[in-house]
T-cell receptor, first 110, second 113 residues
Framework: KNEVEQSPQNLTAQEGEFITINCSYSVGISALHWLQQHPGGGIVSLFMLSSGKKKHGRLIATINIQEKHSSLHITASHPRDSAVYICAVLTQGGSEKLVFGKGTKLTVNP | NAGVTQTPKFRILKIGQSMTLQCAQDMNHNYMYWYRQDPGMGLKLIYYSVGAGITDKGEVPNGYNVSRSTTEDFPLRLELAAPSQTSVYFC????????????FGSGTRLTVV
């Protein structure tokens, strides 16, 4: 079983819809990252969370440490939001490492 | 401020050839990383460095070597390329491990035939 599981794997939405992408993890973590990978391949860091909630524009990320779960929400989705969204956790311990989920491919149709 | 610069963007290698993927950052980050991304899989850590002169293996180091002679540069060397090394390679850097502000390069798509 992967240490980081994302759902869904693929998601298609109509422009304007509210989007939720989920991330569950099975290890102790220091922090959780949400990343966006554009169709051209570049990867951009969206959020780093260790508790609670963060908001940037139409993007909202939440984390529940007790339930080992995080969600990424996109409000009023737009075709330019089409990308792969990747959850990555920073594992606890002497040698901290990022462990990545497989990603959720989001397509927003006009 | 260029961030993380990776070269080349694309490369086709024949089995048994060698090459070096270049990575440079201009943010004075201590930590640098090399990942590979295979279709349908999460990024896997190949090697990382916590500062000039210090490198360590990640999850999938076999077939690769790295060096970190300066803070800015972290090249990845492939010796005796194999088809299993066909992948997209990303270099990344951060001020400290796990800290906010992971910056990724644009990736190198490598095909070994």
């Amino acid at each position: 079983k992967n240490e980081v599981e994302q759902s869904p794997q693929n998601l298609t939405a109509q422009e304007g819809e509210f989007i939720t992408i989920n991330c569950s993890y099975s290890v102790g973590i220091s922090a959780l990252h949400w990343l966006q990978q554009h169709p051209g391949g570049g990867i951009v860091s969206l959020f780093m969370l260790s508790s609670g909630k963060k908001k940037h524009g139409r993007l909202i990320a939440t984390i529940n440490i007790q339930e080992k779960h995080s969600s990424l929400h996109i409000t009023a989705s737009h075709p330019r939001d089409s990308a792969v969204y990747i959850c990555a956790v920073l594992t606890q311990g002497g040698s901290e490492k990022l462990v990545f989920g497989k990603g959720t491919k989001l397509t927003v149709n006009p | 401020n260029a961030g993380v610069t990776q070269t080349p963007k694309f490369r086709i290698l024949k089995i048994g050839q060698s090459m070096t993927l270049q990575c440079a950052q201009d943010m004075n980050h201590n930590y640098m990383y090399w990942y590979r991304q295979d279709p349908g899989m999460g990024l896997k850590l190949i090697y990382y460095s916590v500062g000039a002169g210090i490198t360590d293996k990640g999850e999938v180091p076999n077939g690769y070597n790295v060096s970190r002679s300066t803070t800015e540069d972290f090249p990845l060397r492939l010796e005796l390329a194999a088809p299993s090394q066909t992948s997209v390679y990303f270099c990344a850097s951060s001020y400290r491990t796990g800290g906010n502000g992971y910056t990724f390069g644009s990736g190198t798509r490598l095909t070994v035939v």
